[in-house]
Protein backbone atom coordinates (compact mmCIF):
# COMPACT_ATOMS: atom_id res chain seq x y z
CA UNK A 1 0.00 0.00 0.00
CA UNK A 2 1.35 3.47 -1.00
CA UNK A 3 2.41 5.36 2.44
CA UNK A 4 0.53 8.67 2.72
CA UNK A 5 1.04 10.80 5.42
CA UNK A 6 -1.85 11.44 7.89
CA UNK A 7 -1.23 15.67 7.14
CA UNK A 8 -1.75 15.05 3.56
CA UNK A 9 -4.39 13.32 3.99
CA UNK A 10 -6.04 15.57 6.22
CA UNK A 11 -5.39 18.31 3.60
CA UNK A 12 -6.64 16.56 0.79
CA UNK A 13 -9.75 15.97 2.91
CA UNK A 14 -9.97 19.57 4.75
CA UNK A 15 -9.64 21.40 1.25
CA UNK A 16 -12.06 19.50 -0.54
CA UNK A 17 -16.00 20.18 -1.29
CA UNK A 18 -16.89 18.81 -4.19
CA UNK A 19 -16.78 15.26 -5.05
CA UNK A 20 -17.73 13.44 -8.67
CA UNK A 21 -17.92 9.72 -7.48
CA UNK A 22 -17.62 7.86 -10.97
CA UNK A 23 -18.98 4.02 -10.47
CA UNK A 24 -21.82 5.10 -7.68
CA UNK A 25 -23.85 2.17 -6.81
CA UNK A 26 -27.58 2.54 -6.32
CA UNK A 27 -27.72 -0.22 -3.99
CA UNK A 28 -26.83 0.96 -0.22
CA UNK A 29 -25.11 -2.25 0.76
CA UNK A 30 -22.56 -1.20 -2.00
CA UNK A 31 -19.41 0.35 -0.98
CA UNK A 32 -19.75 2.83 -3.61
CA UNK A 33 -23.19 3.83 -2.24
CA UNK A 34 -21.98 4.41 1.32
CA UNK A 35 -19.07 5.81 0.48
CA UNK A 36 -20.84 8.84 -1.27
CA UNK A 37 -23.74 8.43 1.37
CA UNK A 38 -21.06 8.79 3.92
CA UNK A 39 -18.89 11.76 2.23
CA UNK A 40 -22.44 13.70 1.39
CA UNK A 41 -23.53 13.34 5.71
CA UNK A 42 -19.97 14.75 6.10
CA UNK A 43 -20.85 18.36 4.27
CA UNK A 44 -19.35 17.40 0.93
CA UNK A 45 -21.41 17.77 -2.06
CA UNK A 46 -21.31 14.44 -3.86
CA UNK A 47 -22.30 14.32 -7.42
CA UNK A 48 -22.91 11.09 -8.64
CA UNK A 49 -21.63 9.56 -11.72
CA UNK A 50 -22.38 6.35 -13.51
CA UNK A 51 -23.99 6.05 -16.96
CA UNK A 52 -26.22 3.35 -16.31
CA UNK A 53 -28.22 5.25 -13.91
CA UNK A 54 -27.94 8.77 -16.00
CA UNK A 55 -30.88 11.10 -14.95
CA UNK A 56 -32.07 8.98 -11.56
CA UNK A 57 -31.98 11.03 -8.43
CA UNK A 58 -29.33 9.98 -5.48
CA UNK A 59 -28.46 11.72 -2.21
CA UNK A 60 -30.48 14.52 -3.80
CA UNK A 61 -28.18 14.76 -6.69
CA UNK A 62 -29.07 13.91 -10.81
CA UNK A 63 -26.71 11.20 -11.53
CA UNK A 64 -24.45 11.91 -14.29
CA UNK A 65 -23.78 9.70 -17.38
CA UNK A 66 -19.23 10.84 -17.27
CA UNK A 67 -17.38 13.18 -15.85
CA UNK A 68 -17.75 15.87 -19.34
CA UNK A 69 -21.26 15.92 -18.31
CA UNK A 70 -21.02 17.82 -15.33
CA UNK A 71 -21.18 21.37 -15.44
CA UNK A 72 -19.49 22.86 -12.50
CA UNK A 73 -15.58 22.34 -11.01
CA UNK A 74 -15.23 19.58 -9.27
CA UNK A 75 -12.23 19.41 -6.92
CA UNK A 76 -11.57 15.51 -6.21
CA UNK A 77 -12.80 12.66 -8.82
CA UNK A 78 -13.28 9.39 -6.41
CA UNK A 79 -12.76 6.31 -8.54
CA UNK A 80 -15.01 3.33 -8.16
CA UNK A 81 -13.91 1.44 -11.10
CA UNK A 82 -10.87 -1.37 -11.49
CA UNK A 83 -7.61 -0.36 -12.23
CA UNK A 84 -7.71 -0.74 -15.96
CA UNK A 85 -10.24 2.15 -16.39
CA UNK A 86 -8.36 4.60 -14.60
CA UNK A 87 -6.41 6.06 -17.66
CA UNK A 88 -9.27 6.65 -19.38
CA UNK A 89 -10.78 8.53 -16.34
CA UNK A 90 -8.14 10.81 -15.34
CA UNK A 91 -7.96 11.64 -18.96
CA UNK A 92 -10.99 12.85 -18.95
CA UNK A 93 -10.95 14.17 -15.25
CA UNK A 94 -7.76 16.05 -16.60
CA UNK A 95 -9.52 17.25 -19.52
CA UNK A 96 -12.76 18.55 -18.30
CA UNK A 97 -11.61 20.63 -14.67
CA UNK A 98 -9.17 22.99 -14.99
CA UNK A 99 -9.17 23.05 -10.89
CA UNK A 100 -8.91 19.48 -10.06
CA UNK A 101 -7.52 18.93 -6.97
CA UNK A 102 -7.56 15.49 -6.38
CA UNK A 103 -7.62 12.16 -7.91
CA UNK A 104 -8.58 9.45 -5.23
CA UNK A 105 -8.51 5.59 -6.54
CA UNK A 106 -10.44 3.61 -4.29
CA UNK A 107 -8.97 0.51 -2.12
CA UNK A 108 -7.64 -2.49 -4.70
CA UNK A 109 -7.82 0.74 -7.88
CA UNK A 110 -3.76 1.90 -8.72
CA UNK A 111 -2.74 2.48 -11.90
CA UNK A 112 0.68 3.84 -11.71
CA UNK A 113 1.41 5.85 -15.06
CA UNK A 114 -2.31 7.05 -15.04
CA UNK A 115 -1.08 8.67 -10.83
CA UNK A 116 2.04 9.80 -12.65
CA UNK A 117 0.42 12.16 -15.39
CA UNK A 118 -1.98 13.53 -12.53
CA UNK A 119 0.48 14.77 -10.38
CA UNK A 120 2.79 15.80 -13.90
CA UNK A 121 -0.36 18.61 -14.08
CA UNK A 122 -0.01 19.29 -10.27
CA UNK A 123 -3.02 17.07 -9.28
CA UNK A 124 -2.78 15.20 -5.86
CA UNK A 125 -3.26 11.40 -6.03
CA UNK A 126 -4.25 8.95 -3.46
CA UNK A 127 -4.84 5.23 -4.80
CA UNK A 128 -5.30 2.21 -2.95
CA UNK A 129 -7.51 3.99 0.10
CA UNK A 130 -11.21 5.03 1.14
CA UNK A 131 -11.39 8.47 2.16
CA UNK A 132 -14.73 7.16 4.14
CA UNK A 133 -11.92 5.01 6.43
CA UNK A 134 -9.38 7.86 6.12
CA UNK A 135 -11.22 10.17 7.21
CA UNK A 136 -13.31 8.01 9.68
CA UNK A 137 -9.36 7.11 11.13
CA UNK A 138 -8.16 10.77 11.27
CA UNK A 139 -11.22 12.44 12.89
CA UNK A 140 -11.65 9.60 15.51
CA UNK A 141 -14.75 8.20 14.40
CA UNK A 142 -13.14 4.46 13.77
CA UNK A 143 -14.95 1.80 16.82
CA UNK A 144 -13.39 -1.09 18.46
CA UNK A 145 -12.96 -3.44 15.04
CA UNK A 146 -12.12 -1.07 12.50
CA UNK A 147 -15.40 0.35 11.27
CA UNK A 148 -18.08 2.78 12.60
CA UNK A 149 -21.58 1.22 12.41
CA UNK A 150 -23.34 4.47 13.93
CA UNK A 151 -25.25 1.90 15.65
CA UNK A 152 -26.25 3.20 19.34
CA UNK A 153 -27.75 0.54 22.12
CA UNK A 154 -28.87 1.96 24.94
CA UNK A 155 -28.63 -1.94 26.49
CA UNK A 156 -25.30 -2.46 26.46
Known sequence: MTAYSDQFLRDVLNRTKTVAVIGVSMNPVRP????????????????????RHAGEMLFGQ?????????????DMVDIFRRSDAVPEIVDEALEVFADLQTIWMQIGVEHVEAAAKAEA??????????????????????????????IISSKL
Open 32 to 51: SYYVARYLDLKGYRVIPVNP
Open 121 to 150: RGVDVVQNRCPKIEYQRLYGELRMGGFATG
Open 62 to 74: VVQPSLSAIAEPV
